[in-house]
Every structure is written in structure tokens, then in C-alpha cells.
């Protein structure tokens, strides 16, 4: 799987959008970005996922760049209760796919 | 809806003792399962996975063995823990239609 890159923290104030950054420059091109996080002492969630095109759901929106080098997950409205690591990985979707996960950024919601 | 269970939710054991974590899932067919650990203070690190009954893949040789004996248990185990096999176990599953795993409430296994 390909490398992905994560500031190691960032905060954001309370209601503000949170913007967490990731380069993804060895992604290949059957590789999805994902995005998934953990709050302290409870397993990761996942948020969102992605090819090319932006993506947006319930809890999250990914901007992906033209040249799929990079992405930005966005919490539209951080609440306290978003303070979490936030992991962005890729992927292939073959049934032998794995995800593996780096040291994520932290990201820490002031109120 | 689906839904994954893992137990114990924690567990202290000696060194040198055996260990059994189960985690099941319920509400889907033919999952892929995932056994990832979490060392104090560092990232998830797969384990083992399994694509059906029988089918184990491992990721980092250990003193930990996987086996799925129906479709939707996996159970972790070890004859002889270690110190450093202390940690946060979380299970995971992905099924055939979404892309994404589903993480377990994790089983916290302090070895002493």
C-alpha cells in the first residue's frame, strides 16, 4: 500500500471547520483514500472514502486534487466531541486489501 | 445492521499464561476479518486477517495464532504470553458490498 503523510497535531476552535491534510504522491490508481478515526480508547471509525472525485457525507467531506497526490478531510462544524486521531490511509478494494495505518494526526477541538 | 463483538473488554494475565480473545459479527455473510493490536502509545499494527473459514493470513510473525472456525468468529490466541504482548486488540470486518471495516470495542490485554 501506498505511504501517506499527516502533520502529527493540529487544533481547530469549536464550530469552525476543521481542514486535516494528507499527501498520498505514491498513490496508485486503483487505490482509494480513506479516512478513519479514533477517539481515545475505542477502536477507529471510519468516515469517509474516496477515488477522484470529492466526496461528502454525513459526518465528513474529501477534496481529493486533480493529480490524487494529496487530500483534505473536512469537519464541516468541530464539536469537542471530534477530538480524535484521524488516520488517512489507501487502499486497494481487491478481497486480499489491507489497511495499514501510520500515527494519524491528532486533532484537538478548543472550546 | 451489522455488528461486531469482542470479549473479555479487558484482561490482566501473567507471563507465560495462554490467552483467547473471540470476536464474532453479526448481521452479514462471509466477512473479511482483521485482528490489529495497539501498543501503549503507538499505531494499529495488523495482525492477522481472513478472507474465509479456514483462511488465515499473518502479517507479523508472533507468538500469536489466529483461526476462524465458522464464518463469522475469529478468535486470537497465544499458548505462552509476553510482556510485550500487551495492548489494545481490536477486531475488524469488511464486508463484500463496502469497502470500509467495521472496528470491534477492542479487548485491553495488560500482561504482568
Known amino acids: 500500500d501506498a505511504k501517506t503523510t499527516q502533520p502529527p497535531s493540529m487544533d481547530c476552535a469549536e464550530g469552525r471547520a476543521a481542514n486535516l491534510p494528507c499527501n498520498h504522491s505514491?498513490?496508485?490508481?486503483?487505490?482509494?483514500v480513506y479516512w478513519y478515526r479514533q477517539i481515545h480508547s475505542q477502536g477507529p471509525q471510519y468516515i469517509i472514502h474516496g477515488l477522484k472525485n470529492n466526496e461528502t457525507n454525513e459526518m465528513a467531506s474529501l477534496i481529493i486534487t486533480e493529480d490524487r497526490k494529496s487530500s483534505t478531510l473536512i469537519l464541516p462544524h468541530a464539536t469537542l466531541r471530534d477530538t480524535a486521531v484521524y488516520y488517512c490511509i489507501v487502499s486497494n478494494t481487491g478481497a486480499n486489501s489491507k489497511l495499514t495505518f501510520g500515527k494519524g494526526i491528532t486533532l484537538s477541538v478548543r472550546p | 445492521s451489522q455488528t461486531i463483538h469482542q470479549w473479555p473488554a479487558t484482561l490482566v494475565q501473567p507471563v507465560g499464561s495462554p490467552l483467547s480473545l473471540e470476536c464474532t459479527v453479526e448481521g452479514t455473510s462471509n466477512p473479511n476479518l482483521y485482528w490489529y493490536r495497539q501498543a501503549a502509545g503507538r499505531g494499529l499494527q495488523l495482525l492477522f486477517y481472513?478472507?474465509?473459514?479456514?483462511?488465515i493470513s499473518s502479517e507479523v510473525p508472533q507468538n500469536l495464532s489466529a483461526s476462524r472456525p465458522q464464518d463469522r468468529q475469529f478468535i486470537l490466541s497465544s499458548k505462552k504470553l509476553l510482556l510485550s504482548d500487551s495492548g489494545f486488540y481490536l477486531c475488524a470486518w469488511r464486508g463484500p458490498g463496502p469497502y470500509e471495516q467495521y472496528f470491534g470495542p477492542g479487548t485491553r490485554l495488560t500482561v504482568t
Open positions: 505514491t498513490i496508485s490508481g486503483n487505490e482509494y
Open positions: 481472513s478472507v474465509g473459514i479456514g483462511q
